[in-house]
């Protein structure tokens, strides 16, 4: 597979501030391109950041979480508005749903970081879990980038890695993220690129 067309829809949802949300949109393709993975990272078809509300009906009153299912839904639209736009034959659209709220998945307990949908090429990551005593938005960021880059990995066609440092290191807690790099391990990029690079 190649890659030089991948077109990454950032959805995000919540009380965001634009300035993380652009600095988060340049470093992700930053990152992307570092991995060899020549993608575009857009907010909307215009261009413009879009900040949506978080979806109504994802709030999940028992468990007092925001169920990703309906997460997903929400993404599946911003991708089908990005197909309107680039046309169905781009078949590399994916996006990336960034929330500020706690979400979760049915029949996962602990704290659930991201989710990808590999299927309906839709990855759902939350900062809320990436809040930190230092209060720093800059390591929310760093920790948002990576798990963007390991859940935007599985939908395209990554697995879990145990290779040290790799972004497709499965993350219990923040220190499991804070040990991974922005960056995809040598087997992971012969996966990506099947030795083409
Ligand atoms: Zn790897």
Redesign the pocket.
Known sequence: MTYSKVYIRIAAAGDFDRRFLLDFQKELQNSMWDNGIKATCIFSNSGMVEVDHIPSNAYTPHIGKYNTHSLFSYGQKKREDSIKKLGSANALIKVLVIVDVEIFKQGFTGTLFGEADVGENVAIISTAPLENHFKSSFLIKERALKEAMHELGHTLG?DH???PG????ISKDTYDIDEKKKK?????LNILFQGHR
């Not at 995809?184 to 992971?188: A, E, H, K, R």
């Open positions: 990554l890695c145990k290779n790799c972004a497709m290191n995809y391990c040598i087997d992971c």
